[in-house]
């Protein structure tokens, strides 16, 4: 047996006694007897308190079937030494049984550390990264099948259009009143950007905003439709992880939950199922369980894609998720971060001039060009075009790049990849801004706010060649 499966078959050794909160003398005689039988030391067992489960379950995911099956055997033994299989050891039961012996790639173990955001245990979320129609369809169709088949073994059955529709039917007044209420320090704007948020939350920005984003399950970025169940939690060195469990389904979605649920059923040998009786009714705001998870996510302000908003007639840009916005910046500042958003487009600014006396003219015609689109934006932000700083000039230029990294630089923390939102140099020495331009807007008159990339200003400023 090679080292490493000795080290992971300790890591969830120990995280399977570990995991109902007691451990006993049944489990400590099992324990020896399996560490003579594995043939484990004292240097592996202090190795595999340095890995994670999901690092130690992919590991014997590899080894030889013989190996994976009677390692299965012995954390079942494992698991009734103390006379009952738990349902917080089950719940790492059924990741192990579907992750060794199941000979498909359409599970997966994950494990991340514990952030602010957390998830119960024994929720089971339908996740995925872009909407497929015909799963949606049934799932809305058996939704009230999925919940109750869950409910009766204990799980939550977390459907986010489902979640999402409550606080759709909830009176937008009462809704406002609350959120005011739990965050205080919050202006109107911010009350209402968390409810706009809310609202428009679909399963697949629920994926990339909150499981992605926040809880850093990057793997789900582009993930298949699945179930995702908290299996629970482990230490790693000094800190806590949170162990994940991952199935794909399709439109089989019904059948694949009723038989892992039967499964994880035929794992446990208790009488008792704690079953939830909580019901959502009409005109109440429910802040329990999931629905309060997913509601303090919103108002925790930390590792946020926020929307960039660029208000010309206030001279600001601000940036509603967070409620923030850019400080101690003149409007050359500001014009010169909606210039570089722009002419992104088009692969950024170069400002370093080439030696050569050809590539000399050809460059301060693009100087020229790019002063004269700049004075463009700097105009929009009340100046006067012929007042407006020449950007040619290295002296001038660079004291307005450092005011702006530092204002930009104060979002860290509270923006989510802020590097994106922040001015950068590519290898080939051109400047540009990397955010995706979906989430940048500007205030374009008696249109309202619109996307940058529809306003009038972005098409004046690429349309002068």
């Known amino acids: 047996m090679k080292k490493e499966e000795k080290i992971a078959i300790c890591r969830i050794f120990t995280d399977l006694i570990k995991a109902d909160g007691i451990i006993d003398s049944g489990e400590m005689r099992q324990y020896a007897m399996l560490r003579d039988r594995y043939g484990l030391c004292k240097e592996e067992e202090i190795a595999a308190a340095n890995i994670t489960f999901a690092d130690a379950v992919n590991t014997l995911s590899d080894s030889e079937k013989g190996l994976r099956m009677d390692f299965f055997g012995d954390c079942a033994d494992m698991t009734i030494s103390d006379g009952l299989c738990a349902r917080s050891e089950a719940l ?41 129609v015909a799963i949606n369809d049934i799932i809305r169709k058996e939704h009230r099948t999925l919940f109750k088949e869950c409910q009766l073994a204990g799980f939550n059955f977390i459907y986010i259009p489902k979640v999402i529709e409550h606080y759709k039917n909830t009176d937008r007044k009462l809704t406002n009143q609350i959120i005011s209420f739990l965050a205080p320090s919050f202006s109107e704007e911010s009350v209402n950007t968390v409810i706009d948020g809310l609202l428009s939350m679909t399963t697949s920005s629920f994926c990339k905003d909150i499981l992605c984003n926040k809880l850093g399950i990057s793997a789900l970025r582009e993930t298949s439709p699945s179930l995702l169940i908290k299996i629970g939690e482990s230490y790693v060195g000094d800190n806590i992880f949170a162990n994940y469990f991952r199935m794909e389904v399709g439109t089989n979605i019904v059948a694949a939950a009723q038989k892992l649920i039967d499964t994880f059923m035929s794992l446990i040998n208790a009488d008792i199922i704690p079953v939830s009786t909580a019901e959502e009714k009409k005109k109440q705001f429910l802040y329990y369980g999931f629905y309060k998870q997913l509601l303090d996510i919103f108002l925790i302000r930390k590792s946020i894609r926020s929307r960039l908003v660029i208000q010309p007639y206030t001279e600001e840009i601000y940036f509603p998720d967070i409620d923030k916005k850019l400080e101690k910046l003149h409007r050359r500042e500001k014009a010169l971060y909606v210039l570089l958003l722009i002419v992104t ?21 693009k100087m020229k060009r790019l002063q004269d689109r ?91 060649k």
């Open 92 to 132: 790492f039961l059924i990741a192990l049984r579907n992750k060794l012996l199941n000979e498909d790639d359409d599970v997966q173990i994950l494990s991340i550390p514990k952030p602010l955001f957390n998830i119960t245990a024994a929720s089971v979320l339908y996740v995925e990264s872009r909407e497929e």
């Open 345 to 365: 487009q088009e692969g950024g600014v170069n400002f370093l001039a080439p030696k050569t006396a050809k590539q000399l003219a050809a460059h301060k015609k």
């Open 374 to 464: 700049y004075q463009m934006v700097y105009e929009l932000f009340g100046g006067e075009k012929d007042k407006a700083p020449d950007l040619s000039q290295a002296e001038i230029r660079r004291p307005m790049m450092s005011c702006l990294k530092k204002s930009l630089s104060h979002l860290d923390g509270a923006l989510y990849n802020a590097a994106d939102y922040m001015l950068s140099k590519d290898d080939y020495g051109n400047i540009r801004i990397g955010l995706e331009t979906e989430i940048q807007y500007i205030h374009n008159g008696i249109e309202g706010v619109v996307r940058l990339d529809e306003s009038e200003i972005y098409n004046k400023v690429l349309g002068l």
